[in-house]
């Protein structure tokens, strides 16, 4: 188990490079499929849709795949008014959920229409600031932040945690996970973002000087950010009456188990250095 998840965490690790470094279209693309995938596990574990039932597929279910389709062909396509691009689709598809409501009312249940957008929102549009990012002047390197905010917050809070944990965190929710180890991935994390500032920002002169402390705020953010999201996926997980999302990626489980936190730092670290490097 240990040897394939390596594999796996290594094959995923190469995809997600290549697709920050070429970036444009491809990006959107690798993005569209990781979205889809992971509503698909949202939809499943909050049973907005369920298997071997009466529909295979219903219309909430099939609203939120197509709203995916068409948030992300208008992210990279329209490149001006990013803002009102979003609210533009956030409205089309929830008067399109509200209009399979009434009129087919009352075969879908008012909560799974709520599931629907929310899963839309949570997930495809959230995945969706990465691209957002990696367009952004500076983008191919300030899109790395999004990951050292998630992945290498995990990596330290799980590496502290198993030799220093002794606090639960959340008892109930995720019984592994220690106050000791967030502390670490909050610290990692903050590390890690004063090196990628001196490393990436200054080897290649970009924005003037860099500003330090302006990468530990949102390391600090970002960490803390990360963990929020990490457990709010497993609660809906743990309320689905699941131990994974899926087995799409092998050692891993789903995109879920693995994206749960990118989920919430991309928006996050988008508005940060947008803030910050004022782009």
């Not at 990013?82 to 409205?91: E, G, N, R, T």
């Not at 999004?146 to 992945?151: K, T």
Request: glycine share 10%.
């Amino acid at each position: 188990m240990f040897k394939t998840r390596v594999i796996s965490g290594a094959i995923l690790v190469v995809l997600i490079s290549l697709m920050n470094l070429i970036g444009g279209p491809f990006m959107g693309v690798v993005l569209f499929f990781i979205s889809v995938q992971g509503l698909y596990e949202f939809y499943r574990a909050t049973g907005v849709f369920t298997e071997g039932g009466e529909e295979k597929h219903n219309a909430p279910e099939i609203i939120g795949y197509l709203g995916t389709a068409v948030y992300y062909f208008f992210i990279m396509m329209i490149k001006s008014n990013s803002l009102l691009k979003m609210l533009l689709i956030l409205c089309i598809v929830f008067v399109a959920l509200l209009a399979v409501y009434v009129f087919y009312f009352p075969r879908y249940d008012g909560t799974l229409v709520m599931k629907a957008f929310f899963g839309f929102v949570y997930i495809p549009v959230m995945l969706g600031f990465i691209y957002s990012t990696r367009m952004m002047p500076c983008g191919k390197y300030l899109v790395w932040l999004i990951y050292i905010a998630s992945w290498i917050c995990d990596t330290c809070a799980y590496l502290i945690g198993i030799k220093f944990g002794k606090h639960k965190l959340a008892p109930v929710l995720s019984p592994n996970k220690s106050i000791e180890g967030a502390v670490g991935g909050i610290a990692g994390t903050v590390v890690i973002s004063i090196l990628f500032s001196f490393i990436f920002m200054r080897a290649y002169e970009l924005n003037g000087a860099v500003n330090v402390l302006q990468f530990c705020l949102i390391g600090f953010i970002g960490a803390i950010v990360s963990q929020v999201g990490d457990l709010a996926a497993s609660a809906f997980k743990r309320n689905g009456d699941a131990k994974d999302y899926g087995v799409i990626i092998p050692g891993h489980g789903g995109v879920m188990d693995r994206f749960d936190s990118v989920i919430f730092t991309a928006p996050m670290i988008f508005f940060l250095t947008a803030l910050f490097f004022g782009v």
